[in-house]
T-cell receptor, first 115, second 114 residues
Framework: GAGVSQTPSNKVTEKGKYVELRCDPI?????LYWYRQSLGQGPEFLIY????????DSGLPNDRFFAVRPEGSVSTLKIQRTERGDSAVYLC?????????????FGPGTRLTVL | QKEVEQDPGPLSVPEGAIVSLNCTYS??????FMWYRQYSRKGPELLMY????GNKEDGRFTAQVDKSSKYISLFIRDSQPSDSATYLC??????????????FGTGTLLAVQP
């Protein structure tokens, strides 16, 4: 079946602009996660949704970052007043939550470049 | 200090070699220990996971967890050029049987030379 998809695959923007990154999870997956991966680093947790609600947003770096999942499926990560330090690959993952080990399946990421 | 430490490499080995990849961690609450493989410009994919301490084997891959030392390892036997990728360790506390947020190491870049 289809995996996690993310759009756009690449986004170039100017400092100070607003961007939206979209994630389509695997169908039926109730949990959705956002991570950020800077060059040469491992992914860093940002936020986790269970259904429509953000169950853990402790990884969001500041109030310029916001994410929504209004219908419990597609999620959008929104970044206001972008800064050059926001340049990274933004990864989305989803999982089924059936109990037991809960594998997170990752999408290919959106590569954000802030000029 | 980071919660999870991993040598970034790069590590270059000849085809057929045994590869050893390692991570150390500081958070005693971690119960799930995972290894992900990430090819260039792709998302990470899960290779193996272990719950608590012990060993787990899957084909050419063996994962080991030593909670007393806070040290985990991944061994790759008979390494192949197709194993060339970045290997990420990841860890999580046990959230009622689920993993929730994963804490990743930096990743080790592995190159297997034919």
């Amino acid at each position: 079946g289809a995996g996690v998809s993310q759009t756009p695959s690449n986004k170039v923007t100017e400092k100070g602009k607003y961007v939206e990154l979209r994630c389509d999870p695997i169908s039926g997956h109730t949990a959705l996660y956002w991570y950020r991966q800077s060059l040469g680093q491992g992914p860093e947790f940002l936020i986790y949704f269970q259904g429509t609600g953000a169950a853990d947003d402790s990884g969001l770096p500041n109030d310029r970052f916001f994410a929504v999942r209004p219908e419990g499926s597609v999620s959008t990560l929104k970044i206001q007043r972008t800064e050059r330090g926001d340049s990274a690959v933004y990864l989305c993952a989803s999982s089924l939550r059936t109990g037991g080990f809960d594998e997170q399946f990752f999408g290919p990421g959106t590569r954000l470049t802030v000029l | 200090q980071k919660e999870v430490e991993q040598d970034p490499g790069p590590l270059s080995v000849p085809e057929g070699a045994i590869v050893s990849l390692n991570c150390t961690y500081s958070n005693s609450a971690f119960q799930y220990f995972m290894w992900y493989r990430q090819y260039s410009r792709k998302g990470p994919e899960l290779l193996m996971y272990t719950y608590s301490s012990g060993n787990k084997e899957d084909g050419r891959f063996t994962a080991q967890v030593d909670k007393s030392s806070k040290y985990i390892s991944l061994f790759i036997r008979d390494s192949q050029p197709s194993d060339s990728a970045t290997y990420l360790c990841a860890m999580s506390a046990d959230y009622g049987g689920a993993t929730n947020k994963l804490i990743f190491g930096t990743g080790t870049l592995l190159a297997v030379q034919p």
